[in-house]
């Protein structure tokens, strides 16, 4: 069998068999493929994730139905909670990091993330400061050994209203 890696022409072709779902024609007509990464696996560690096929099917071998909240959308976009943790290596590799996110940012009514979850700004709560946070607890605590639930309760106070949601 050859390795993943090595066998990236197997993204490729997918992504050019499927390019109608991963690049969707507009209203006028026209596409907007974006940048070459996005179809065209490119393994470098900072665009590794971005491709719209590769980075979405290599979070779900990883961490199966727990990453469904990482990979909630449209396949032709990233969301934002994707990206954030996607896009970082010690975060996506973390089982207890994807187990948090899914407990703090997870609608289990509608099995959507909650409304206002995917804010790329920076305010209590958001994912972007769960990154922040976490980045800052990993130099006291080894949240590497720790679960989803254990991880959600060291998160200080302004994480209350996601936990509450």
């Not at 070459?36 to 990883?62: T, V």
Request: hydrophobic share 40%; aromatic share 10%; proline share 5%.
């Amino acid at each position: 069998m050859v390795p993943l890696l090595q066998g990236d022409w197997r993204f490729r072709r997918v992504s050019l068999w499927l390019f109608d779902v991963v690049c969707p024609r507009r209203v006028d007509g026209s596409r907007k493929p974006g940048r070459d990464y996005r179809h065209i696996p490119d393994f470098g560690y900072r665009h590794r994730h971005r491709h719209l096929l590769f980075g979405p099917y290599e979070l779900f071998r990883r961490h199966g139905a727990r990453s469904i909240v990482l990979l909630a959308g449209a396949p032709s976009s990233e969301s934002g909670l994707y990206h954030e943790i996607a896009g970082r290596q010690e975060l996506v590799s973390n089982p207890g990091v994807i187990g948090a996110t899914l407990r703090l940012y997870m609608d289990r009514k509608t099995g959507a993330p909650k409304k206002g979850a995917q804010g790329s700004a920076i305010v209590a709560g958001s994912v972007r400061r769960l990154v922040h946070v976490l980045q800052q607890l990993d130099l006291t605590f080894d949240i590497h050994a720790m679960t989803g639930r254990q991880i959600v309760d060291l998160l200080p106070d302004e994480f209350d209203v996601w936990r509450k949601r």
